[in-house]
């Protein structure tokens, strides 16, 4: 046997443990200013969250191309919280806690940003937002620079409806909380425009669903009773390619049953045949294809910060080009970093759309945007046969809703609420308190 | 704050299917020779940014009656309808040395040579597409050509436009082809149901009874709501009825083979695994990932044969069969081999490789999903009876599933090979002694497993997704699969994908696909405890290991 | 029978025990007396992310006691995990009450905008904290005891048992997916605000979830310890190595697999209850099977049939992970998965056996030192 100390050996452990813990914190250097980076570089989300990555860290190689901001370079931290709910958390404190970042570009999911949410709010950090959401919520720390219900989904059915003259509804989507709330509110609407219950068909999914046969064909026989009948999907990323590809091998073209989806970007064309998708269409707030030379810049900075030309933008990366500048605007105004001054001066700052045009950061923390109708075509791009003439301000709290027609948010003196009730004119739920 | 008050739309406004062909004939009568001026100008305007004026040219393209309107409207519908910058004169394309050669649309002179940037391609939109067919169809109804006449009368199969009506009717007057008058033939059957004598419409409705055309059903059903004559009603009712009754047993037929078709997915992607995991004893994780491998194989057999699409899945086939194969291998030979005896380890050690594998992908090719593409003889739809259709891709998967399984049945049954695997895998130490090289054998089995999963691959590449996750979607359903058919069993292996898949698609109607599912696996754990090795359960010895 | 007689023989639990009980002492002076700027401070961070490794450790040495001592490979186990946090998770979103984004007084959030009108059956006594902390260990208790009486009666065993315990989380994961089984959907449970009336949020708090956590992984692992070393232990090893004699010699090995799987699955849960609280949400991911191969992967690394072995894998592959995500998110998967291989290859009883091996090859360099070792 080894003559073995046992107090040695607790110290020995002991030491080990404190010093695992010591060797995860990072020496914070004061010249730069820090900036995290919160996507999934691995996992299922992976697909959709590498592209923001590059595009954040683009931002800053920008950014500190310009001599960076109030003299000092940025920095950019990048972690992996690998697709998994509970990381997102974990990281998000280190980010906020150890690196000492002055703001985080991230998340995708709902189920991440609702993940990483009371972290953000305990430690008073800045979270940028860029995907399209289902709403009801808005906090103090947390800029919403993707779309809201009402700047994506209601003037999408609104084209269908007037443009196509689409009387039946075929409401698909993946079984989670943006689609389950996005059609939500689509049924309430629909129902206030006199479309009758059936006339209706709400269809929920798993992730990742793969055999679309059956629904595929009830889908056509719902839409072969005579009236001109609509997809609207919110399917989420990976499950798409099999069901387009079900829907063309099945002979529903975008002239019988064209589908408006609502999570299929350029990104998601690009790992796809198009072929059958031809006519389909997408609601976004930017396309690649819009012909603007601010566009063309971004899209040139892009191929040149990826050394690959066939890289696609979409409409994400947009709304983390617009939150990055909102924020570097608002730090210049500040002339700070610090969440509250942050917070304060960002409110009514403006910033170019990609796509012509302005987005405004409102008081609730949503912004304004405009919203683009494309139809899908051969290479992958957007084609855009409609948009709205002016801007669409974002609308945290859905009107359709029974639980949120009466809230709003407003994170200006002298309500500075994310949930307002304007009848009882109360602050509902933590913040009340 | 209200919901988007400002947003208002830019209309386009567009004349109608119907008003198209309605134009269409009318302008058909007028003479000629006035229209070219507005036929050039209308030309000009295909390629303006504006649908709503793009819409207005191709009517009066349509209208001008010339005979090669057809084939430029054929070319605009199916994106292959170029402007040229200059002067923004319509043109087809094709690739040649210096960029694009180009001829004139419209008279199919020769345009030249002109650099790649110097024509734009013409889009439609939509709304388009459904005007360019209509147009399409009414100039084609008379065309020479049986198929084409056929593709028109299908197109305005269901029209009530009398002019429309007329047309058919001349156009049956003279029509020798069978399948086109059963088109025209539907097309006035449909038209009677609104004639004002009774006697007209009961024909109509009796000539309609038991079709499965979806417009039958529905004008029957629209005409049930407001026809006066009892007669016509109870004929009605009794065509609608015996159409329902033919629907539903096919839509038997339907889940039947969409079921057959989920099973035999199932089957392909665990039938590798039936050999890994089932006759070697290998709980192999990072099945899923070979999978994935066959399936990038295809997708970089496409990217180097670009220009022989139709023909790729035959090379990427037997290309997957050996990516897969060798790193099989490869995986046997490294990690594997010291393993035999624990099961459980080979476990651990395969899901390490699974990460490392899907890694791999990601850093060397992209984290991003890639396009894999159908070939044409992929896409597409048998179509048994117009309430019927077998799509081709889900078709040939099953056909093909069931030649690799007999494919692998003779070569372990038949074979040298499949003669020693099989006394490796029931007795190691005797196999050793008759002087079988087990290493051998067991290098080859694993290579065969891992090999035929990456063919599973190229088969799964045309049904979803290719990305460094999609091994792990089939990871658990195929092992699911090979223990609901019994361990070491390849004739259970197919029963029990084929009855899983017949069984989800039975109950998604009712239970939706997640419950579906849900049951399926409820079921599963159900039998195991009735029969506790399968479906299929192997005999003798080998069973303890 | 006390802890003297259980820990007997065990040399690397009483170390690990002794580690933890230094490490249950000093992480709190650290955090809370040592002020922040000292590089001997711990920041709260730290704490929680301790704390949720030795709800891992636990949960691992639940694993390793079935599948250590009774050869059952569960496949499954973040299934009773799960289910624990989630019977923690629903006692926390009752606690919000009304600082719910919709202020109402009792439906959590997710309900009201999915109109739901009231609070389903099954949430009913949540709002009690003894319940639900009966909850968190007898809902995967019961699990695992109906699950284990249908499979070990009829006898299913080996691979089978395994997939079917994948099976059987797989299955749990899709339903709690489900929106309308009122568990919160693909969201799950979070936006917590406190625990038994303290705030989630403050550092004492936290420190109290981590000392928590200690002591239940040291209580744990005395009860396993004890399971082990008993009469039924001994059995439980017969039966891992010869399942067919042991019953022929007339031992009821059903319910001896039986017992030992159902307390092992209440460990889960109660490993599953702890770590809800201290990380913040629970959602059906947590059910993955991926997630239930990993955490065996932990018992193997750190090695098989210790117990101990188990508390240091879980430990060191999520500290590897916190640390690997953060420092290489590119590449760790590389570094993980080689390492899952490199173990498995070289280091078959894992790193608690690495102290052995080293012991035999040093033995066999200077058998004259080792005898001289060996004479006292």
């Known amino acids: 046997m080894l003559r073995r100390d046992p107090i040695k050996s607790v110290l020995l452990g002991t030491g080990l443990v404190l010093g695992l813990t010591a060797g995860s914190m990072a020496q914070s250097a004061d010249d730069t200013i820090k900036v995290g980076v919160l996507h999934s570089l691995s996992g299922t989300m992976a697909i959709s969250e590498t592209t923001l990555k590059d595009t954040v860290l683009m931002l800053v190689d920008e950014q500190n191309k310009k001599g960076g901001l109030l003299g000092k370079n940025l920095e950019a931290v990048v972690v992996d919280p690998a697709s998994d709910w509970p990381l997102f958390a974990e990281k998000a404190r280190e980010l906020l806690t150890q690196d000492k970042v002055a703001v985080v570009f991230g998340c995708w999911t709902s189920v991440s940003r609702k993940s990483v949410l009371p972290v953000f709010e305990e430690l008073n950090g800045l979270l940028f937002y860029p995907v399209q959401y289902e709403g009801e919520e808005s906090s103090k720390n947390v800029f919403y620079t993707g779309a809201a219900p009402n700047q994506q989904a209601i003037p999408a059915v609104d084209y269908l409806k007037n443009e196509l003259g689409v009387e039946r509804w075929v409401l698909a989507g993946t079984d989670y909380v943006y689609p389950r709330t996005t059609n939500k509110i689509l049924e309430a609407y629909l129902k206030q425009n006199g479309v009758a219950e059936e006339d209706i068909m709400i269809n929920y999914t798993p992730f990742g ?52 989806a609502f999570s299929v970007g350029e990104e998601e064309l690009s790992g796809i045949d198009t072929k059958p998708l031809v006519g389909h269409l997408a609601a976004w707030n930017y396309f690649m294809s819009v012909d603007d030379p601010a566009n063309s810049s971004f899209i040139e900075t892009w191929h040149g910060f990826t050394k690959n030309d066939k890289r696609v933008t979409n409409d994400p990366m947009e709304a983390h080009k617009i939150g990055f500048d909102l924020w570097v605007q608002a730090v210049e105004k500040a002339g700070t970093t610090d969440p509250d001054a942050v917070q304060a001066a960002i409110i009514g700052l403006e910033t170019k759309n990609l796509t012509g045009g302005t987005a405004k950061m409102l008081p609730n923390h949503h912004i304004t945007k405009p919203v683009l109708i494309g139809e899908i075509q051969e290479d992958g791009q957007f084609a855009v046969v409609w948009s709205t003439e002016e801007e669409v301000p974002g609308d945290a709290w859905s009107d359709f809703l029974e639980g949120s027609k009466d809230l709003t948010a407003d994170w200006t003196p002298p309500v500075m609420c994310g949930n307002f009730n304007t009848v009882t004119k109360t602050c509902l739920g933590a913040q009340a308190q | 704050m209200p919901m988007n008050p400002t947003c208002r739309s830019r209309r386009f406004p567009h004349l109608g299917g119907l008003g198209l062909v309605f134009g269409v004939l009318i302008l058909m009568m007028l003479p000629l020779g006035s229209m070219a001026d507005e036929i050039d100008a209308a030309l000009i305007d295909l390629s303006d940014r504006s649908f709503e004026v793009k819409q207005a040219a191709v009517d009066v393209i349509a209208a001008g ?125 449909l038209a009677s149901l609104r004639d004002e004598a009774p006697a007209a419409r009961l024909a109509a409705v009796n000539a309609l009874s038991g079709s499965l055309y ?81 399936a990038y194989t295809t997708y970089l057999v496409q990217q180097a044969m670009p220009g022989f699409l139709d023909y790729s899945l035959f090379v990427a086939i037997p290309a997957a069969f050996v990516v897969a194969g060798l790193l099989g291998v490869l995986i046997e030979r490294s990690v594997i081999r010291f393993l035999y005896g624990r099961p459980l380890e080979t476990l651990l050690a395969t899901f390490g490789i699974s990460l490392i594998l899907q890694q791999l992908v990601r850093t060397t ?83 065969l497993g891992a090999g035929v999963a990456g063919v599973a691959g190229v088969a799964l590449s045309q049904l979803t997704n290719v990305g460094p996750n999609m091994g792990q979607a089939y990871i658990i359903d195929s092992f699911m699969v090979v223990v609901f058919g019994g361990v070491g069993n390849l004739w259970g292996t197919l029963v029990a994908g084929l009855t899983l898949g017949v069984a989800n698609k039975l109950m998604e109607p009712w239970a939706g696909a997640v419950l579906a599912k849900i049951l399926v696996l409820v079921f599963i754990i159900l039998f195991i405890q009735k029969r506790p090795r399968g479906l299929f359960p192997q005999r003798g010895r080998a069973a303890d290991g | 029978m006390g802890v003297a007689s259980v820990m007997r023989g065990d040399r690397g639990g009483q170390a690990m025990l002794a580690v933890l009980l230094v490490v249950a002492v000093v992480v709190p002076i650290l955090n809370l007396m040592v002020p922040e700027s000292s590089p001997w401070h711990v920041s709260t961070y730290t704490v929680t992310l301790l704390g949720k490794y030795l709800t891992y450790a636990l949960l691992a040495v639940a694993v390793d ?267 760790w998967l590389f570094a993980l998965g080689a390492l899952f291989v490199i173990v498995t290859l070289f280091l078959p009883k894992g790193i608690a056996g690495l102290v052995g091996m080293i012991r035999t090859w040093r033995r066999s360099r200077s058998p004259a030192e080792s005898a001289a070792e060996a004479a006292p």
């Open chain 3, 65 to 331: 006691l079935v599948w250590g001592y009774l050869g059952i490979l569960s496949l499954g186990h973040a299934a009773f995990f799960g289910l624990g946090g989630y019977a923690m998770g629903m006692y926390l979103m009752r606690q919000i009450g009304d600082r719910g984004v919709y202020g109402h007084p009792v439906l959590p959030d997710f309900m009201v905008f999915l109109n739901w009108s009231e609070l389903p059956w099954f949430w009913q006594g949540f709002d009690l904290f003894w319940f639900a902390a009966l909850m968190a260990i007898l809902v995967p208790g019961t699990l695992a005891f109906i699950f284990g009486y249908l499979a070990f009666r009829s006898r299913v065993t080996g691979v089978y048992l395994s997939i079917m315990t994948q099976a059987l989380t797989y299955a749990l994961m899709l339903a709690f997916f489900r929106n309308e089984m009122g568990f919160g959907g693909n969201n799950g449970l979070t936006d917590f605000k406190d625990i038994l009336g303290f705030d989630l949020k403050s550092d004492a708090t936290r420190i109290g979830l981590f000392l928590a956590s200690a002591g239940a992984l040291a209580l744990g692992y005395l009860a396993c310890r004890w399971i082990v070393t008993s009469r039924l232990g001994r059995v439980a090893v017969a039966i891992r190595d010869a399942e067919a004699r042991t019953r022929f010699i007339g031992y009821r090995v059903d319910r001896v697999k039986l017992a030992i799987f159902t307390f092992s699955a209440m460990l889960a849960g109660v490993a599953g209850a702890l770590y809800v609280p201290q990380v913040g949400i629970i959602n059906p991911g947590e059910f993955s099977p991926l997630n239930s191969i990993e955490l065996v992967i932990w018992v193997a690394i750190g090695g098989r049939a210790t117990l101990y072995g188990a508390v240091i894998g879980a430990i060191l592959v999520n500290y590897g992970k916190t640390y690997f995500t953060g420092a290489f998110p590119e590449a």
């Open chain 1, 209 to 260: 669903h793969s055999d679309w046969q059956s629904i595929v064909s009830d889908i056509k026989r719902f839409g072969s009773e005579g009236k001109k009948t609509a997809v609207v999907s919110t399917i989420n990323g990976d499950a798409n390619v099999p069901f387009y590809k079900e829907l063309g091998n099945q002979g529903v073209s975008a002239e019988d049953i064209p589908v408006i």
């Open chain 2, 214 to 294: 979806p417009a039958a059903r529905n004008a029957l059903t629209k005409l049930l709501s407001d026809e006066p004559d009892p007669e016509v009603r109870a004929a009605a009712e009794r065509s609608l009825a015996a159409i329902e009754q033919k629907l539903k047993l096919n839509a038997a037929a339907e889940t039947l083979f969409f079921g057959l078709s989920l099973g035999s997915v199932l089957v392909l992607a665990a039938i590798g695994l039936a050999i890994t995991f089932g006759v070697m004893g290998v709980i192999n994780m990072a099945h899923g990932e070979l999978i994935m491998i066959g």
């Open chain 2, 65 to 189: 009656g010339d005979p090669r309107a057809g084939t430029l409207l054929e070319a605009l519908l199916g994106g292959n309808l170029y402007a040229r910058e200059s002067d923004r004169r319509p043109v087809l394309v094709a690739p040649s040395p210096g960029g694009y050669r180009l001829t004139d649309a419209l008279d199919g002179s020769d345009l030249g040579e002109v650099e790649r940037g110097a024509v734009k391609k013409i889009t439609i939109n939509n709304r388009m597409r459904n005007q360019l067919r209509t147009a399409i169809a009414a100039l084609t109804l008379a065309s020479p050509d049986p198929e084409i006449r056929l593709k028109a009368a299908q197109q305005m199969l269901g029209d009530a436009n009398p002019i429309v009506v007329e047309a058919i009717r001349d156009q049956l007057g003279r029509e020798d082809d069978q399948r086109v008058r059963d088109y025209l033939d539907l097309s006035l059957a």
């Open chain 2, 365 to 447: 090719i992209s984290a991003q999903n890639v396009a894999v593409q159908n070939p044409s003889w992929m896409s597409g739809a048998l179509q048994i009876n117009p309430a019927l259709a077998l799509t081709y891709n889900r078709l040939y998967i099953l056909i093909f599933a069931l030649m690799v399984f007999v494919a692998l049945l003779l070569i372990l049954k038949r074979t040298a090979l499949g003669l020693q695997v099989r006394a490796v895998a029931q007795n190691r130490a005797m196999a050793r002694s008759m002087g079988v090289r087990s290493a051998r054998v067991d290098a080859l089995t694993f290579g």
